[in-house]
Nanobody, 125 residues
Framework: QVQLVESGGGLVQAGGSLRLSCATS????????MGWFRQAPGKEREFVAS????????HYADSVKGRFTISRDNAKNTAYLQMNSLKPEDTAVYYC??????????????????WGQGTQVTVSS
């Protein structure tokens, strides 16, 4: 049973930073494509970033490019999302997800088989 647990969310002022972590267990983390998604109240869950098992391959939503950085530590079975220059519109529940096959579209929710429970990020203006 693969489990993903997010942490690091919280309340921050606009312009501030947060680092989210996604600890995984029960699977072969080093072979997964890892993704971060977010869902704001009343909105669809949307893609934020993804990272291939080869950490040099990353993808970002246009809305976070240049502000967010996704990374992974295969030795710790953990993925990260460093969020800088946060804006109120970044407020959402952030979810990490794992794609064990790596053959789907990195930005598509249906590509990911495993999901965490989410962590709340609130950015005040």
């Amino acid at each position: 049973q693969v489990q993903l647990v997010e942490s690091g969310g919280g309340l921050v002022q606009a312009g501030g930073s947060l680092r989210l972590s996604c600890a995984t267990s029960g699977g072969t983390f080093s072979s997964y494509v890892m993704g971060w998604f977010r869902q704001a109240p009343g909105k669809e869950r949307e893609f934020v970033a993804s990272i291939h098992w080869r950490a040099s391959v990353t993808h970002y939503a246009d809305s976070v490019k240049g502000r967010f950085t996704i990374s992974r530590d295969n030795a710790k079975n953990t993925a990260y999302l460093q969020m800088n220059s946060l804006k109120p519109e970044d407020t959402a529940v952030y979810y990490c997800a794992a794609d064990r096959n790596g053959v789907g579209i990195a930005s598509a929710r249906w590509s990911y088989e495993y999901w965490g429970q989410g962590t709340q990020v609130t950015v005040s203006s």
